[in-house]
T-cell receptor, first 111, second 111 residues
């Protein structure tokens, strides 16, 4: 069974730009959660989608948004990038919350 | 605010010794507990889950849960240099809420 895939793996953007990251969960998994990981803050929850609906949202500004498609693939978008958005963005898939299986992550660098 | 606390380390143990990693959590309603291992530059990998008080063993790993004291621990027997990584504790309640992660403990196994 294929694992969680994330694209792209690496991104370099400049301040003010916007970016879209993609996550394909494990086949059959309907829940996709997104996390931001930085050295100082650890893993911080962004949002969770289940069956195309946002079920939970973390404490991030509205510049961070996401969506989920009918095939459970999910995208997250960050608009008006700031230097502090540089991080590893991870998605995790699960059948219905509970234990999550992480993808390899997207390393975003904002210059 | 639900919190999960871990000592950041580094925890250094000699090869062959038992490594003991601890985690405390604030939400008494927590029902599910997970340990993830994260190698430098990689994404977290699920290694153990525990749901009931007591011990759960899987190979060299033992997870211990004490809900009354609100702590969960991970023991690694016969530690190997390949166990050197950051170990993340994650906690979840029974509702449709996301996993809450600690910031992780960095383990270094010295050959």
């Amino acid at each position: 069974k294929a694992g969680v895939t994330q694209t792209p793996r690496y991104l370099i953007k400049t301040r003010g730009q916007q970016v879209t990251l993609s996550c394909s969960p494990i086949s059959g998994h309907r829940s996709v959660s997104w996390y931001q990981q930085t050295p100082g803050q650890g893993l911080q929850f962004l949002f969770e989608y289940f069956s195309e609906t946002q079920r939970n949202k973390g404490n991030f500004p509205g510049r961070f948004s996401g969506r989920q498609f009918s095939n459970s693939r999910s995208e997250m978008n960050v608009s008006t990038l700031e230097l502090g958005d540089s991080a590893l963005y991870l998605c995790a898939s699960s059948l219905n919350q509970g234990m999550g299986f992480f993808g390899p992550g997207t390393r975003l660098t904002v210059l | 605010q639900k919190e999960v606390e871990q000592n950041s380390g580094p925890l250094s143990v000699p090869e062959g010794a038992i490594a003991s990693l601890n985690c405390t959590y604030s939400d008494r309603g927590s029902q599910s507990f997970f340990w993830y291992r994260q190698y430098s530059g990689k994404s977290p990998e699920l290694i153990m889950s525990i749901y009931s008080n007591g011990d759960k063993e899987d190979g060299r790993f033992t997870a211990q849960l004490n809900k009354a004291s609100q702590y969960v621990s991970l023991l690694i027997r016969d530690s190997q240099p390949s166990d050197s990584a950051t170990y993340l504790c994650a906690v979840k309640d029974s509702g449709n809420t996301p996993l809450v992660f600690g910031k992780g403990t960095r383990l270094s196994v010295i050959a």
